[in-house]
């Protein structure tokens, strides 16, 4: 099952620390919101859409939709990987599906959902991105997994 994501980006690959915890031992939902936000920001700059070109055109990215399903337990000392993907690209924004695996067991931990918007940091709203993210952005769309 989880060949069919053999191709994604591999957007990020740490290991779970017990400060991460919450009051029942298990990750809590800081550690998977920072964790899919580090591979998002990584998936993002497959596109071209990087820390440099958002600081150098005052742009940057704004989460509209996400959502996230938990699939198993994350426990302190679990080794973890998240691969992700496009599955749209529209001229303002963009559509990220990722997967959190054990890296040891290749379990699917948790699955997150999210659209973000190509935001202007100065006038505070959604801006097309320019023809070359767009096209490179368009050709990185895969189809989204069924399970």
Not at 119 to 130: E, G, M, N, S, Y
Request: aromatic share 12%; proline share 5%; hydrophobic share 35%.
């Amino acid at each position: 099952m989880l060949q069919k994501f053999e191709d994604f980006n591999l957007a990020y690959q740490g290991m779970f620390y017990p400060m991460e915890t919450d009051h029942m031992g298990h990750a809590n939902v800081r550690y998977y919101s920072r964790a899919f936000n580090e591979s998002a920001y990584y998936t993002f700059t497959t596109a071209g859409i990087t820390p440099r070109y958002m600081r150098e055109n005052n742009r940057g990215m704004a989460a509209v939709k996400e959502s996230n399903e938990y699939k198993r337990e994350i426990l302190p000392g679990d080794l973890i990987q998240i691969r992700s993907c496009f599955i749209n690209f529209t001229p303002k924004s963009l559509h990220v599906w990722a997967v959190m695996i054990d890296a040891c067991t290749k379990e699917i931990c948790a699955i997150n959902d999210q659209v973000c918007v190509s935001l202007d940091t100065i006038a505070r709203k959604a801006v097309p991105w320019p023809k070359k993210i767009y096209e490179k952005g368009k050709s990185l769309i895969e189809e989204k997994p069924v399970f």
